[in-house]
C-alpha cells in the first residue's frame, strides 16, 4: 500500500458547523502534514506531526484543531470556519520524520465554507 | 519564509522539450525538489536533486542546479499530453518544505 488516502474528497459546510477531515496513509510514515492550498496558489503548511506528536504549527487559528491518534491516522477538526477557509486541504507524510522533503500526498478534501 | 520564484505558465507542443525555471532563495537547502499536480488532484514527486551535484538524467527529466545563481530548472523531454500540469520547484528550509508559485504546463497537438 504506497497511498495516502484521504476523506471526504467533498466537503460543504456552514460557518457554525463541526466537521473533521481525515487521512490515512498503511506505509509506516512517521511524519504527517497538514497542508492547505488555494486556487492557483502553492500548498502552505499547516501542522506537521511527527512520531504522533505534534512539532509544528504554522501559526494557524485555532478554529483548525489537528489530532493524531496514531501512526497511520492524522485528522482535522474543523469548527466555526469562515468563508475565506474555502481550500483544497492536503495531507501528506515522509517516511522517517521530519527532516526529507520526499513527501507522499493524498488527493485532498475541498472544502467549501458557507 | 521569502518567494521561491517560477514563470506562471508554459505552453509547448507534443514531442517538443520544456524547460520550467524556478529561482529559490536559501543557498543552504541541502535537497531542491520537482512536485508535479495534475487538475484536482494531490502533488506527486517527480524528481530531487542534492546541492553538490549541477545535473540528475531520470528517463525524460533532467533537472539543472546552478547553486552560484540559486537556479533550478526542469526539462522535460518529448512532451506528452500526460504531462499537462501544474509543476512546483520546493527547497527545504530548516524543518519545512517551501513550494514555489508554481508553472502550468499545458501541451498542445
Known amino acids: 500500500d504506497t497511498e495516502v488516502t484521504q476523506t471526504p474528497k467533498h466537503l460543504v459546510m456552514g460557518m457554525t458547523n463541526k466537521k473533521s477531515l481525515k487521512c490515512e496513509q498503511h506505509?509506516?510514515?512517521?511524519?504527517m502534514y497538514w497542508y492547505k492550498q488555494k486556487a492557483k496558489k502553492p500548498p502552505e503548511l499547516m501542522f506537521v506531526y511527527s512520531y504522533e506528536k505534534l512539532s509544528i504549527n504554522e501559526s494557524v487559528p485555532s478554529r483548525f484543531s489537528p489530532e493524531c491518534p496514531n501512526s497511520s491516522l492524522l485528522n482535522l477538526h474543523l469548527h466555526a470556519l469562515q468563508p475565506e477557509d474555502s481550500a483544497l486541504y492536503l495531507c501528506?507524510?515522509?517516511?522517517?520524520?521530519?527532516?526529507?522533503?520526499?513527501?507522499?500526498f493524498g488527493e485532498g478534501s475541498r472544502l467549501t465554507v458557507l | 519564509g521569502e518567494d521561491v520564484e517560477q514563470s506562471l505558465f508554459l505552453s509547448v507542443r507534443e514531442g517538443d522539450s520544456s524547460v520550467i525555471n524556478c529561482t529559490y532563495t536559501d543557498s543552504s537547502s541541502t535537497y531542491l525538489y520537482w512536485y508535479k499536480q495534475e487538475p484536482g488532484a494531490g502533488l506527486q514527486l517527480l524528481t530531487y536533486i542534492f546541492s553538490n551535484m549541477d545535473m540528475k538524467q531520470d528517463q525524460r527529466l533532467t533537472v539543472l542546479l546552478n547553486k552560484k545563481d540559486k537556479h533550478l530548472s526542469l526539462r522535460i523531454a518529448d512532451t506528452q499530453t500526460g504531462d499537462s500540469a501544474i509543476y512546483f520547484c520546493a527547497e527545504w528550509e530548516t524543518d519545512k518544505l517551501i513550494f514555489g508559485t508554481g508553472t502550468r504546463l499545458q501541451v498542445f497537438p
Open positions: 506505509m509506516g510514515h512517521r511524519a
Open positions: 501528506a507524510s515522509t517516511p522517517r520524520g521530519v527532516g526529507t522533503g520526499e513527501l507522499f
